[in-house]
């Protein structure tokens, strides 16, 4: 089956600073990768998404992720953090070979301190 | 980008009666629609994926005559908790597939339903 994995429950960081955010996958065959936020009272709203290609996906609000075949990891990053990023921050996994169905990871808490 | 209404945010409910959450695409058709129950620890655990005139697929361990689902439309998908028991009580969110194949799809989600048993 496939599965994600976010080993961190939160994350703390100063503004101004690069911020990552972990994930690790397990999958057979060839992976499709997303990173989704959730901000308090709002619905998941997709970042970016791995597919195919190059392994540095940029994605929305200047957050990108590095697929890193190897280590079996998909990281979420930024270069410089805001305040505003501060939310609950989703990896998730499509799993092809069973109904093209979504499987998330438990989530990690971003918190961004000024 | 596309929208996806989620109704209602909030329901208390007593124990041993049914309620049902609606989840619709307001600006798209979706043959695809999934529900997921958050946990207090975030955890996002994938209940059940639901096709638009075809039975829903549940994933292992969850109940499909506690939790009914209906696409009855493109753009409607509905989740009824029946003989709600407090342990029953959650976040419960859907989301609906948009796109033509797996290199523009991408999943649009509802706000989400606080559902409380009492």
């Known amino acids: 089956a496939q599965s994600v994995a976010q080993p961190e429950d939160q994350v703390n960081v100063a503004e101004g600073n690069p911020l990552t955010v972990k994930c690790t996958y397990s999958?057979?065959?060839?992976?499709?990768l997303f990173w989704y936020v959730q901000y308090p009272n709002r619905g998941l709203q997709f970042l970016l998404k791995?597919?195919?290609?190059?392994?540095l996906v940029k994605g929305s609000y200047g957050f990108e992720a590095e697929f890193n075949k190897s280590q079996t990891s998909f990281h979420l990053k930024k270069p410089s953090a805001l305040v505003s990023d501060s939310a609950l921050y989703f990896c998730a996994v499509r799993d092809m070979g069973n109904f093209n169905k979504f499987y998330f990871g438990s989530g990690t808490k971003l918190n961004v301190k000024p | 980008g596309a929208v996806v209404s989620q109704h209602p945010s909030r329901v208390i409910c007593k124990s041993g009666t049914s309620v049902k959450i609606e989840c619709r695409s307001l600006?798209?058709?979706?043959?695809?629609m999934f529900w997921y129950r958050q946990f207090p620890k975030q955890s996002l655990m994938l209940m059940a994926t639901s096709n638009e005139g075809s039975k829903a697929t549940y994933e292992q361990g969850v109940e499909k005559d506690k939790f009914l689902i209906n696409h009855a439309s493109l753009t409607l998908s509905t989740l009824t908790v029946t003989s709600a028991h407090p342990e029953d009580s959650s976040f419960y969110i859907c989301?609906?597939?948009?796109?033509?194949?797996?290199?523009?799809?991408?999943?649009?989600f509802g706000s989400g339903t606080q559902l409380s048993v009492l």
């Open positions: 791995y597919i195919t290609g190059d392994n």
């Open positions: 989301s609906a597939l948009l796109g033509q194949d797996v290199t523009n799809e991408k999943l649009f």
């Open positions: 999958v057979s065959g060839n992976p499709y």
């Open positions: 600006d798209f058709q979706a043959t695809t």
